[in-house]
């Protein structure tokens, strides 16, 4: 495609609910990226991809966050048991390397009541 | 502990008004970058630089390696520039990124 898809757009979700958030790269990005946006906040760093390969998950708040990319194409967020802390904007973002050619997605926007 | 400062973090302007926002950070970069956001909006990607400046429109960014600040300046602003900056690094000691909060630009017609 010709940019970075997020799906679903909008999620709610009960608390202790788990949610699985997709994230479709450009064709051919070797990093791909997670972020955590809360309201107001700039983005912080969840977890990074090369390829199949997840190089830096330091930034996963929680074991209820579970991040893969299987196949080094599409990556799935994984947060199980939702709490209303979760409630934040998660985006995706992929480039060749690096931050070089960096395209975000346009997020999913994740609501726990 | 914030590795990217940002400021101001409310910023409003007459349209035409000329614009600074100004990013320090603490760590040492390979890269920086300038970030738009629109509400609503996904991010889209407007400057990297490791050193000196660039110009795209009315867009031009600034590093400092040796003082460690970038400046966004926007000339002749407009309406259509209302968005949040950010401010991002990407960490010289491996595949570390660190965000800044982001500047909220509003330009009043």
């Known amino acids: 495609g010709a940019g970075v898809s997020q799906s679903p757009r909008y999620k709610v979700a009960k608390r202790g609910q788990d949610v699985a958030l997709r994230c479709d790269p450009i064709s051919g990005h070797v990093s791909l990226f997670w972020y955590q946006q809360a309201l107001g906040q700039g983005p912080e760093f969840l977890t990074y991809?090369?390829?199949?390969?997840?190089?830096?998950k330091s930034g996963l708040p929680s074991d209820r966050f579970f991040a893969e990319r299987p196949e080094g194409s599409v990556s799935t967020l994984k947060i199980q048991r939702t709490q209303q802390e979760d409630s934040a904007v998660y985006l995706c973002?992929?480039?060749?390397?690096?931050?070089?050619?960096?395209?975000f997605g346009s997020g999913t926007r994740l609501t726990v009541v | 502990k914030n590795e990217v400062e940002q400021s101001p973090q409310n910023l409003t302007a007459q349209e035409g008004e000329f614009i600074t926002i100004n990013c320090s950070y603490s760590v040492g970069i390979s890269a920086l970058h300038w970030l738009q956001q629109h509400p609503g909006g996904g991010i889209v990607s407007l400057f990297m630089?490791?050193?000196g400046k660039k110009k795209h429109g009315r867009l031009i960014a600034t590093i400092n390696i040796q003082e460690k600040h970038s400046s966004l300046h926007i000339t002749a602003s407009h309406p259509r520039d209302s968005a949040v900056y950010i401010c991002a690094v990407e960490s010289n000691t491996g595949n570390q990124f660190y965000f800044g909060t982001g500047t909220s630009l509003t330009v009043i017609p």
């Open positions: 991809f090369q390829n199949e390969a997840q190089l830096d």
């Open positions: 630089l490791s050193s």
């Open positions: 973002a992929s480039s060749f390397t690096g931050l070089a050619g960096y395209t």
